[in-house]
């Protein structure tokens, strides 16, 4: 999923001046699980603005809601005719669907979207993905090196790894070593006398933004106008 933390209050406040109506905009899915902007954190946001607003004389009207997913259209119909400022308390994709679904409405973050991971513990999130576009976790016993070893090395581990962690802190476990030991208990360690050749950047972010597009999603006549068929 997404990860994502609350922006300082501070921060958010300072975005909203010559604003008059304001839309807190939580969303249910990954900011949600992540403790982030889900309804809960989306409500305390509102309160804290309306607050504001209140001790300052701003006179705004403050509101909060929250959707499914801020990241599909299909969820977000009540917005249709808002024009006023929406404070996202969604990732960066749902904030971005917001402001192309409202184009006279001003978005704001409510929060900063950091990477894609998976929760550890109770309020804590590891990053496990970097969104490559080139996935090569079949040949590291399912574990990615480039989010989680700090200098994304396809083959290690490095010299500075000891102890099975890593150089860069004593609180980040070495990627490589988990990788030997997984290889280890999966009976593969054949597997790192393969050379991963340098990663191929392009699907990543080479040419732009990324668009993927699921040929089975669609159409039968799409289908064979996307293959080049009559």
Known sequence: MIIAERK???EVLGMLDGSNEILVLGCRSCTAICLAGG???????CEAIALHSEL?????????????????????TPLYEFKGTVVSMACG???????DLCPEAIVVPGVNTSNMGAPEGMGVFAEKCAGCGDCIIHLT???????RCAKSLLNGPCGGSQNGLCEVSKDTPCAWDQIVKALERQGRLDLLNINIPPKDWRPSRNGGPRRIVNQEALPGSAQK??????
């Open 56 to 76: 300052k004389g701003k006179g705004w009207k403050v509101d909060t809601l929250t959707v499914e997913r801020a990241c599909e259209n299909e969820f977000l």
């Open 141 to 147: 016993a399912g574990i990615c090196p480039i989010a």
């Open 93 to 99: 994709v749902g904030a971005q669907v917001v402001q």
């Open 8 to 10: 300082p209050l501070p």
């Open 225 to 230: 106008e996307w293959r080049g068929e009559k």
């Open 39 to 45: 309804e809960k954190e989306s409500k305390a946001v």
